[in-house]
C-alpha cells in the first residue's frame, strides 16, 4: 500500500476549493466571508519542509508524514479509513487481474462526473481486461 500512497503523493488534484464562513486574517493577509480560497495540495506533497526530497519516488518513506489526499482537521474525508484500505486492494485486483488493460464503461455511465461543491470526481464506472 505504500506504493500506492507515494504514487498518488505525485498525482492529486490541484486545489481543495474552499469558502472563507468568517472575516478572518492568515500571516497578515485579509480573508472576507464568503471569499474562494484555493488551497493546494501539490504543493503540500512537494514541500522539503515536510517531506524530504519530495521529487524522489520512495515508497519506503516515514510513515509520520500527515496523508493530505483525504483533506485534515473538520474537513477530514468521512471515508478515510476505508479509502485507505480499499484503494490498494483495487489498484492490486486492477494490477493482476485487469490483463494490464482498464477502460471506461461504454455510454453515460462511463462518463466522468463531479461534485459541484468541491470539484472531485464523484463517479466514473470502469471494466477491466478492455
Not at 35 to 44: D, E, F, G, K
Not at 63 to 76: A, L, V, W
Request: net charge neutral; glycine share 8%; proline share 6%.
Amino acid at each position: 500500500s505504500r506504493i500506492c500512497w507515494e504514487a498518488l503523493r505525485f498525482d492529486v488534484p490541484p486545489f481543495l476549493k474552499r469558502i472563507v464562513s468568517e472575516d478572518c486574517s492568515i500571516n497578515g493577509r485579509h480573508f472576507e466571508k464568503g471569499a474562494i480560497v484555493l488551497l493546494s495540495q501539490r504543493s503540500t506533497f512537494m514541500d522539503p519542509e515536510w517531506i524530504e526530497n519530495p521529487m524522489v519516488f520512495n515508497p519506503h518513506r516515514k510513515s509520520d508524514n500527515p496523508m493530505f489526499h483525504f483533506g485534515h482537521g473538520i474537513h477530514t474525508c468521512l471515508g478515510r479509513d476505508v479509502a485507505k484500505i480499499a484503494v490498494p486492494m483495487v489498484i492490486k485486483e486492477i494490477i493482476l487481474h485487469g490483463n494490464g488493460m482498464i477502460g471506461r464503461v461504454e455510454g453515460p455511465l462511463g462518463d466522468m462526473t463531479f461534485n459541484q461543491s468541491s470539484d472531485y470526481v464523484e463517479s466514473l464506472k470502469v471494466k477491466l481486461g478492455v
